[in-house]
């Protein structure tokens, strides 16, 4: 499968934006799908996590309260919305798709988007 993020950009503290990852091939349904941010020198964080049919989610806990993990099968997308932004949201967002239906909260993803920066100003 292959992942394409959008939806990144520049946006003032408080604001939103709303991430997508649009992923390709016919069985989109049967895939876990999750976030992951990076910042320049640091390792890659995981933000949130959806299981294949929507019903479960997890959030890290920098991010709960103010991010929605998202996905529309029928569309083969996955959003992340991103309210009351801080400075410290600031990195490159990354999905990931492993096959597999339940959810999985760590870097265990086979298949990784190529990246969409998220700027927030102070």
């Known amino acids: 499968v292959q992942l394409q993020a959008s939806g990144g950009g520049l946006v003032q503290a408080g604001g939103s934006l709303r991430l997508s990852c649009r992923a390709s091939?016919?069985?989109?349904?049967?895939?876990?799908m999750a976030w992951f941010r990076q910042t320049p020198g640091k390792e890659r964080e995981f933000v949130s996590a959806?299981?294949?049919?929507?019903?479960?989610?997890y959030y890290a806990d920098s991010v709960k309260g103010r991010f929605t993990i998202s996905r529309d099968n029928a569309k083969n997308t996955m959003y992340l919305q991103m309210n009351s932004l801080k400075p410290g949201d600031t990195a490159v967002y990354y999905c990931?798709?492993?096959?597999?239906?339940?959810?999985?909260?760590?870097?265990?993803?086979?298949?990784w988007g190529q990246g969409t920066l998220v700027t927030v100003s102070s």
């Open positions: 990931a798709a492993k096959f597999y239906r339940g959810i999985i909260t760590n870097y265990d993803y086979d298949y």
């Open positions: 091939g016919r069985t989109f349904s049967s895939y876990a």
């Open positions: 959806i299981n294949s049919n929507g019903g479960m989610t």
